[in-house]
């Protein structure tokens, strides 16, 4: 069975870079569309990025700007960095698994709360 | 982006009921879409996918139908740990987005 952990710092300073890393066990990175998502009271649950194991990349048009994701596969993890943060991207993060197509997020880590704050 | 508006925002029900969910997409989605249960402090977990087709390992109570701009979660015979707060999310065009949800409290 797939397990997501997320983990990075719990606290950004405005202006600053988010760095995620997300470590997967019980599965290789082969094959599947690696995804972030994050959720918030004001913005719901959000899309933010996927990278399918080959490299390629697509992430939302309000974020693309920003974003950055990257593949470890000697380490089994993947990793998200957001530049330029302000109180808005204050949130849970969460990494997620998705086949593609016509699937949905099937497996998620448990989320851990960033907070943009001086 | 494809606007997924879901209905109701809130539901009263009791252990037993039938409840439904109603999603409702601003463009054609084909049957790309998902369905969430999320309870508090938690991860969403995957109920539905392409519509109609169960997660593994979730209850046959647990059942999705529509296509195109319209689908539905339906929810037979409650049981007590439905009680959350469910997301429909369509995989058919980026960005992927998702409903605002529907909380389901115990009347």
């Known amino acids: 069975q797939v397990r997501l952990q997320e983990s990075g710092p719990g606290l950004v300073k405005p202006s600053e870079t988010l760095s995620l890393t997300c470590s997967v066990s019980?599965?290789?990175?082969?094959?599947?569309?690696w995804t972030w998502l994050r959720q918030s009271p004001g913005r719901g649950l959000e899309w933010i990025a996927f990278?399918?194991?080959?490299?390629?990349?697509d992430s939302n048009p309000s974020l693309k700007s920003r974003v950055t994701m990257s593949l470890d596969t000697s380490k089994n993890q993947f990793s998200l960095q957001l530049t330029s943060v302000t109180a808005a991207d204050t949130a849970v993060y969460y990494c997620?698994?998705?086949?593609?197509?016509?699937?949905?997020?099937?497996?998620w880590g448990q989320g851990t709360l960033v907070t943009v704050s001086s | 982006d494809v606007q997924l508006t879901q209905s109701p925002s809130s539901l009263s029900a009791s252990v037993g009921d039938r409840v439904t969910i109603t999603c409702r997409a601003s463009?054609?989605?084909?049957?790309?879409l998902n369905w969430y249960q999320q309870k508090p402090g938690k991860a969403p977990d995957l109920l539905i996918f392409?519509?109609?087709t169960s997660q593994g390992g979730v209850p046959s109570r647990f059942s999705g139908s529509g296509s195109g701009t319209d689908f539905t979660l339906t929810i037979d015979s409650l049981q007590p740990e439905d009680f959350a707060t469910y997301f429909c999310?369509?995989?058919?065009?980026?960005?992927?987005?998702f409903g605002q949800g529907t909380r389901l409290d115990i009347k």
């Open positions: 997620a698994r998705w086949e593609g197509g016509r699937h949905g997020f099937d497996s």
């Open positions: 019980g599965a290789s990175l082969r094959n599947i569309y």
């Open positions: 990278m399918y194991s080959t490299g390629s990349t």
């Open positions: 463009q054609n989605i084909n049957i790309f």
């Open positions: 392409g519509t109609p």
């Open positions: 999310q369509q995989s058919h065009y980026v960005p992927f987005t």
